[in-house]
């Protein structure tokens, strides 16, 4: 008891002593269909149903796997989501990535770093592969270990 009491007066103790890395990437498909493009020229691109989404090589698994929390961020115990734009050409490679919503720079570009990293299996139309912009949240969590 008197450990649990310790550690709630002095929180910054607790967090250096319990802290484990825990980074959850969660995706939203939800898109207008203005984010959905053709393997067109840029100004004459065609809106079209996909029949497959894009997903990286190894899964999402293996992107959660390049996402390195900084340092920095872990120390201060600083946590969230960011949110990014991207878009994945025919040939599997990342096009475009913007930040939508950030956290604050260095998450933001750990997160883009992870995405620069990987490589994808493009998207479908009618059999064909296509490009398609799409938003990717990727969360940074620390989780407390418990005794």
Do not use: C
């Not at 103790?13 to 319990?18: P, S």
């Not at 939800?30 to 067109?40: Q, V």
């Not at 592969?129 to 989780?143: D, G, N, S």
Request: proline share 7%.
């Amino acid at each position: 008891m008197r450990e649990a009491v310790r550690l709630v007066k002095n929180p910054k103790e607790r967090i250096m002593r319990h802290v484990a890395l825990l980074l959850t990437l969660s995706l939203l498909f939800a898109m207008p269909p203005s984010a959905i493009t053709g393997n067109s020229a840029p100004e004459q691109k065609e809106e079209m149903a996909l029949d497959k989404m894009p997903e990286p090589v190894g899964g999402w698994a293996a992107l959660t796997q390049l996402v390195e929390y900084p340092e920095s961020a872990k120390k201060q115990a600083i946590q969230g989501t960011v949110y990014l734009s991207i878009v994945v050409g025919v040939d599997g490679i990342i096009n475009k990535i913007e930040v939508l919503q950030g956290i604050r720079e260095d998450l933001d570009r750990a997160a883009t770093k992870a995405l620069e990293k990987s490589r994808w299996i493009p998207a479908e139309a009618n059999g064909k592969p296509v490009e398609a912009r799409f938003t990717i949240p990727i969360e940074f969590k620390l989780e407390s270990k418990s005794k």
